[in-house]
């Protein structure tokens, strides 16, 4: 009997397998080779390798109605808890010191977003309807949880791929922006140097006062980015507070470890290979490089401008990270301003300008979901 059953079930499990799915577990080891060998965003381009595998393994029942990966998707992508878990944990890590000692960096993370609605116009010319327009635009929030978020309440039919391109591209960002800021920018103009200290550091009231005055602006100027934009706010407030450093720790380690693992592997899960080996599919993967190619030439074109305005006072590069791509983005501008100039250091200022895209990209994401899901 125990023999039969054995028979039984390898029978089941490969003559079920489908071409379909035998490429779709190859992509799942693809990505887990990238996270491992290549540390492409590891922590979740891993977990989303192994959801594809488990997910594409046929007759295990993991995707059916009492699934795991059913039972994950519901509990945290399709309620779009997942997302606003990890939001805590961003900004429990994120110092917003820099955006504050250099207010001028707003602006750049405001027109770092414009590859969103470009993107947008782009994909609605190529024959998507205006929700799926809105899910790929968001790709170029350059932000994961933002992307997710945005797709699973206006296309979760295309969250797979709009996921992995989001999270590709954003490792990807030490390739994708370098020659696009060489080519737009003068070596003068990298070589720009800008003080790398401020004679007037941030007080820690300012840094308190901060998330919280944030959190009731963008929520009242566009409500549907208050769960986004709290929930960021809400984790720095732990860190900034001083007076709560378990939960700071815990946001930055635990909470944003477990929930990654969870929403790695769900993401992962959605990849079926019937449903995502699809032409779209490429579509979807080509229109977010547009994406993070038009974000990063926008924003220089503002940091462009700024240097005129200032008269060569500021380096126009910092606004290439104005990006949510934190803090990958304005490391890649240090490392071209240092092969400009030696002593160009310019990362204090990238992190201002990145960490301005951060919320750039929630307040984007909001207005989107505003318009379409309002």
Do not use: W
């Amino acid at each position: 009997m125990i023999d039969s059953a054995v028979t039984e079930a390898l029978v089941k499990g490969f003559t079920n397998l489908t071409l379909q799915q035998v490429i779709m577990i190859l992509v799942g080891g693809i990505l887990i080779y990238l996270a491992i060998a290549k540390e492409y965003e590891p922590v979740l381009l891993l977990p989303m390798g192994a959801g594809a595998i488990l997910a594409n393994i046929p007759a295990t029942g993991m995707t059916g109605p009492d699934g795991l990966f059913t039972f994950l998707y519901d509990g945290g992508i399709k309620n779009e808890l997942f997302p606003l878990l990890v939001f805590i944990g961003v900004g429990a890590m994120t110092d917003f010191g820099p955006l504050l000692e250099r207010p001028y960096t707003v602006i750049l993370g405001a027109a770092a977003q414009f590859g969103i609605f470009g993107t947008l116009l782009l994909a609605t010319l190529m024959g998507f309807k205006l929700n799926e327009a809105a899910s790929i635009g968001i790709i170029g929030s350059a932000d994961g949880p933002t992307s997710i978020y945005v797709a699973s309440a206006l296309a979760p039919h295309l969250l797979a791929p709009i996921a992995v391109a989001a999270y590709s591209y954003m490792s990807l960002v030490p390739i994708i922006q370098p020659p696009i800021m060489r080519a737009l920018t003068t070596e003068s103009e990298r070589a720009i140097v800008m003080p790398y200290t401020n004679e007037k550091p941030v007080s820690r009231t300012t840094k308190i006062m901060f998330p919280i005055v944030t959190t009731l602006v963008c929520g009242l100027i566009a409500p549907m980015s208050a769960p986004l934009i709290g929930m960021l706010m809400f984790g720095n407030l732990l860190r900034e507070a001083g007076v709560v450093e378990r939960l700071s720790q815990t946001a930055q380690n635990e909470l944003v470890n477990i929930v990654t693992i969870f929403l790695g592997l769900t993401i992962g899960s959605t990849m079926v290979g019937e449903k995502f080996l699809q032409p779209q599919t490429l579509m979807i993967i080509g229109m977010g490089l547009v994406a993070f190619a038009l974000d990063t030439v926008a924003g220089l074109s503002f940091g462009k401008a700024l240097s005129i305005l200032t008269r060569g006072k500021i380096n126009p590069l910092i606004g290439a990270c104005g990006i949510s791509a934190f803090p990958m983005s304005a490391r890649v501008v240090n490392r071209i301003g240092l092969e400009a100039n030696p002593n160009n250091f310019l990362i204090m200022h990238a992190m201002g300008s990145n960490t301005a895209g951060q919320i750039g990209s929630v307040m984007a994401g909001g207005a989107v979901l505003a318009l379409l899901a309002g």
